[in-house]
């Protein structure tokens, strides 16, 4: 989702697109539940604001992803499904799932440069 969302486009995002919500799906209700004008209600898919726009694009995204997810998990190919059940793990059960990994350079060397000849530092 976007970043940045003031806490009544978030509370519209929250109403319009949660199907639990009373004003699901309803872009006048849904505004104004969250605090906007009727105005604004009546003419937000209209004006099309970026953060609605791009909160739009990426729930649609995410719905075609859960989509294929199924799919997927529901076929024959076992490396397949074995693969995405580490990938959700890892995502939505961090605590439990998550690896550890470190980044070192070259041949397990630091990251941070040595000091230059005369002990000085490299200053960013």
């Given at each position: 989702m976007v970043d940045n969302l003031?806490?009544?486009q978030i509370e519209f995002l929250k109403n319009y697109l949660d199907p639990k919500?009373?004003?699901f799906s309803h872009t006048t209700k849904s505004a104004k539940k969250a605090g906007f004008s009727d105005e604004y209600g009546r003419n937000i898919t209209a004006l099309?604001?970026?953060?609605l726009s791009e909160s739009l694009n990426d729930e649609?995204?995410?719905k075609k992803a859960e989509k294929n997810l199924d799919i997927f998990l529901e076929g024959e190919n076992a490396k397949i499904?074995?693969?995405i059940t580490k990938f959700v793990l890892s995502r939505l059960n961090k605590k439990k799932y998550s690896e550890r990994v470190e980044s070192t350079g070259k041949d397990g060397?630091?990251?941070f440069p040595k000091?230059?000849?005369?002990?000085?530092?490299?200053k960013e």
């Open positions: 003031d806490p009544r919500s009373d004003t099309m604001p970026n953060w649609k995204l995410v499904r074995a693969d060397e630091s990251l000091p230059l000849l005369g002990g000085e530092s490299i």
